[in-house]
Nanobody, 123 residues
Framework: VQLQAFGGGLVQAGDSLRLSCTVS????????LGWFRQAPGKEREFVAS????????SYADSVKDRFTISRDDAKNTVYLQMDSLKPEDAAVYYC?????????????????WGQGTEVTVSS
């Protein structure tokens, strides 16, 4: 299974950005999908997760009410809409496929990872 994330870039604080991640085959359609991020010098952290068929979502407190995760299983794609971006949101963002069908924030619950896409937010 391969995941390809794209959509990162340089934006200003307050701007919006949408990340996309395609999964190479339909394995992901029965599994929860998630987004994580890692800033320089910091550990990878959970951002958002969405369950099978979009049933249930979970967000990190730091992004709740600003970020929205969604999925289109017909396109094998998961999205992360990021609004009201802050400088502290700058990081490399990774998408992942979980072992479970329910949304989960636990890194250990994810089995496949994509390469990252970098988001830079200027103040």
């Amino acid at each position: 299974v391969q995941l390809q994330a794209f959509g990162g870039g340089l934006v200003q604080a307050g701007d919006s950005l949408r990340l996309s991640c395609t999964v190479s085959r339909r394995t992901g359609s029965n599994n929860a999908l998630g987004w994580f991020r890692q800033a320089p010098g910091k550990e990878r952290e959970f951002v958002a997760s969405i369950g099978w068929r979009g049933l249930g979502t979970s967000y990190a407190d730091s992004v709740k009410d600003r970020f929205t995760i969604s999925r289109d299983d017909a396109k094998n794609t998961v999205y992360l809409q990021m609004d009201s971006l802050k400088p502290e949101d700058a990081a490399v963002y990774y998408c992942a496929v979980a072992r479970s069908s329910a949304a989960t924030s636990r890194t250990a619950n994810y089995q496949y990872w994509g390469q990252g896409t970098e988001v830079t937010v200027s103040s």
